[in-house]
């Protein structure tokens, strides 16, 4: 069964033209905010006699068995689209689950945010693979420490549980954010910008970084409510935090802290 949103009636007026009446294919389901939109528009639906029917029936049962909030299950075992207010049978392509049965476009920011998470977490094994075949088994250890909490930041999104506290390479929250702003105190160096003359590690460590960041940047994205506002402070803090500590990582790498033996104090 295929779902006629608002968007994909813009889409194709786009193409369309001037129209005074839009026919719906057999066997779609028109939201309601599409309805809206034809109707503000002054343009006329047109379907058949079994699928009017069927229009009217999915939102009777919409009305009668479902009510959207946080979290909250369907109740019955089909799918439910959340931002189009209505239930159906199987899923389109275009939809992902937001959490149970309950689905969202896949372009959602919060299906986007995950995929984030996914990428940095593949990126964060590469080079931790990297830094074992150099034999720096302590960067691994604390590349572990940066993968761990990517993973439980994607399971306490998805679950929607608090995030908790944690710690990142042997230090607490604070004491990576010292370091971070001032690693000459605690490592012997300035603030530095890396370069290709640093070496591969160096290069891949930054890649980490930045990807760490444009994830919290999808967390801000996701989460913040222009007049709630930010609704997920402690995950967006946890990114904040870990792309910190990935700098103490580079900085500990330039200060000499990792060798082949392991991490030299």
Known sequence: MKVLTEL?????????????????????????????????N???IIFSNDDEKGQREDKQDITQDYSVSNNKVSKNKRYFLIEAGVRIDEKPEAYTHLYANNLVPKYHPR?????????????????QTKAKVRKMENMVKDLEDI??????????????EPLGEFTLIGLTEQEI????HNPKKTLGIPHFMPT?????????????????????????????????????????K?????????????CRLKAGKYESQGFRP
């Open 8 to 40: 994909d009636l813009r889409t194709n007026l786009k193409k369309m033209g001037q129209i005074t009446a839009y026919k719906v294919p057999s066997g779609t389901i028109l939201t309601p905010a599409a309805r809206s939109f034809l109707s503000e």
């Open 42 to 44: 002054k343009i006329d």
């Open 111 to 127: 299906i986007k945010l995950r995929g984030k998470i996914d990428s940095l977490e593949a990126h964060i094994i590469i080079t």
């Open 147 to 160: 993968l761990t909490l990517a993973r439980n930041i994607l399971r306490a999104e998805v679950l929607s």
């Open 177 to 180: 954010r010292e370091i971070s």
């Open 196 to 236: 290709h003359e640093m070496g591969e590690m160096m290069a891949e460590l930054n890649l980490v970084r930045t990807q760490v960041r444009e994830t919290e940047l999808s967390a801000v994205e996701a989460f913040f409510n222009p007049t709630k506002g930010l609704q997920r402070e402690d995950i967006v």
């Open 238 to 250: 946890a990114l904040n935090r870990m792309s910190s500590a990935v700098y103490v990582i580079m």
